[in-house]
């Protein structure tokens, strides 16, 4: 006797493709509201996501070592890509050094631990924080259907917003590590208007 061996897809129902930036209002408000829940580790995960661009197994690796120097937390930073290998450097915004300092200091974190160990109570250098569903927690708290937001939404939103104010693809690019240019055009989602728009912005 057949048996019915279908099963139902695990994304029916649920939207399908990139998932979109955050806006700069968005963001706004995720941050105030992390900061007056005083949700301390989100708050640091939440806004090194966004000012580095890095996909969440890259986030998940820094140890406290990597971004902090003689007390000071770093500037800016380079990360070799797990992924692609292919080194990217980023600013770390004056908000995000100061929520990563106080998250550090309130975890009681040392040199050698990870930045995102998974809970404040298991500090260990041994494993850390699988930060991929980040993107979708915090989103909740500003209201944000987790179904659509994730982890590629702190990745793209930086980026999206330099590419609509600067229209420097290249730039966008380098910052995000991709080896062609045809793949930050595709994860940007630039359609055939956006690159008319572009073009008519070009006087010969």
Avoid at 82 to 103: C, H, I, N, Y
Avoid at 121 to 145: Q, T
Wanted: positive net charge.
């Amino acid at each position: 006797m057949e048996t019915d061996q279908t099963h139902e897809p695990w994304n029916k129902g649920k939207p399908v493709g990139q998932k979109p930036p955050f806006k700069p209002k968005d963001i706004s408000a995720i941050g105030v509201h992390l900061q007056n829940d005083h949700q301390l580790r989100d708050l640091a995960m939440f806004n090194l996501a966004v000012d580095s661009k890095l996909r969440g197994c890259d986030l998940a690796n820094p140890r406290v070592r990597d971004v902090m120097h003689a007390d000071q937390i770093l500037s800016r930073k380079l990360v070799v890509q797990r992924k692609t290998q292919r080194p990217v450097q980023f600013k770390l915004t004056e908000p995000t050094r100061s929520a990563v300092a106080a998250w550090i200091e309130t975890a009681d974190l040392t040199a050698a631990n990870y930045l995102f160990p998974q809970s404040p109570g298991e500090i260990s250098a041994s494993f850390h924080a699988s930060v991929r569903p980040n993107g979708a927690s915090v989103g909740r708290h500003h209201r944000l259907d987790s179904a659509v937001y994730g982890m590629h939404s702190m990745r793209r939103s930086k980026a999206t917003l330099i590419d609509k104010r600067t229209k420097n693809l290249r730039a966008v690019q380098l910052l995000l590590g991709h080896t062609k240019l045809e793949s930050t055009v595709r994860y940007l989602g630039i359609e055939v208007d956006d690159a008319l728009e572009i073009s008519e912005q070009i006087e010969i």
